[in-house]
T-cell receptor, first 116, second 114 residues
Framework: QKEVEQNSGPLSVPEGAIASLNCTYS??????FFWYRQYSGKSPELIMS????GDKEDGRFTAQLNKASQYVSLLIRDSQPSDSATYLC????????????????FGQGTILTVHP | DAGVIQSPRHEVTEMGQEVTLRCKPI?????LFWYRQTMMRGLELLIY????????DSGMPEDRFSAKMPNASFSTLKIQPSEPRDSAVYFC????????????FGPGTRLTVL
């Protein structure tokens, strides 16, 4: 059973702070990694994707990947109340041949609250 | 583009009834995915299609669930007979192509089985 685990929330940070969200995965052959944001009552929305070890920055968001440790994280700088949502980590596992395909496994999500 | 379209947005039915959920993917997208989301189990992949062909249905919970994609612009997820434990939000998502993992989600259908 492929698993994706996220740090248990909820996570509460003050406005302007850095929010750190963490995710570990069990399939060492996983090829691609995603962070989705889901507002209450809405559908998941892709905010970051990362494929190689290291950091990837997009505006206030930074995704970090460490395949050796099977760990992916999302940092949100200068957190805003509008960032309050559930953040889902998703992993594209490998098939038996080690190649990637379109099937995603999602973590349970971390609820983030940014308070003014 | 209108995005992924799902209907109905809300469905309330009684146990034992047949339920059909509908999805129109984004035009030109080759992959279509059906997910179910509950508080207890999170977001789970049920089945996905590539070019209208079912590729992996290992997430379909049991024979009561079936999915079809008769053409590139339409898919259905059917539950027959429905049970209270099927109550969940069902999402459809589509993806552009074989080397693109990005999935675009529809607004979801909230199903309540009484």
């Amino acid at each position: 059973q492929k698993e994706v685990e996220q740090n248990s929330g909820p996570l509460s940070v003050p406005e302007g702070a850095i929010a750190s969200l963490n995710c570990t995965y069990s399939d060492r052959g996983s090829q691609s990694f995603f962070w989705y944001r889901q507002y209450s009552g809405k559908s998941p929305e892709l905010i970051m994707s990362i494929y190689s070890n290291g950091d990837k920055e997009d505006g206030r968001f930074t995704a970090q990947l460490n395949k050796a440790s099977q760990y992916v994280s999302l940092l949100i700088r200068d957190s805003q109340p509008s960032d309050s949502a559930t953040y889902l980590c998703a992993v594209n596992p490998s098939n038996a041949g080690g190649t990637s395909y379109g099937k995603l496994t999602f973590g349970q999500g971390t609820i983030l609250t940014v308070h003014p | 583009d209108a995005g992924v379209i799902q209907s109905p947005r809300h469905e309330v039915t009684e146990m034992g009834q047949e339920v059909t959920l509908r999805c129109k993917p984004i035009s030109g997208h080759d992959y279509l995915f059906w997910y179910r989301q509950t508080m207890m189990r999170g977001l789970e992949l049920l089945i996905y299609f590539n070019n209208n062909v079912p590729i992996d249905d290992s997430g379909m919970p049991e024979d009561r669930f079936s999915a079809k994609m008769p053409n590139a612009s339409f898919s259905t997820l059917k539950i027959q007979p429905s049970e209270p434990r099927d109550s969940a939000v069902y999402f459809c998502a589509s993806s552009p192509g074989p080397n693109t993992d990005t999935q675009y989600f529809g607004p979801g259908t909230r199903l309540t089985v009484l």
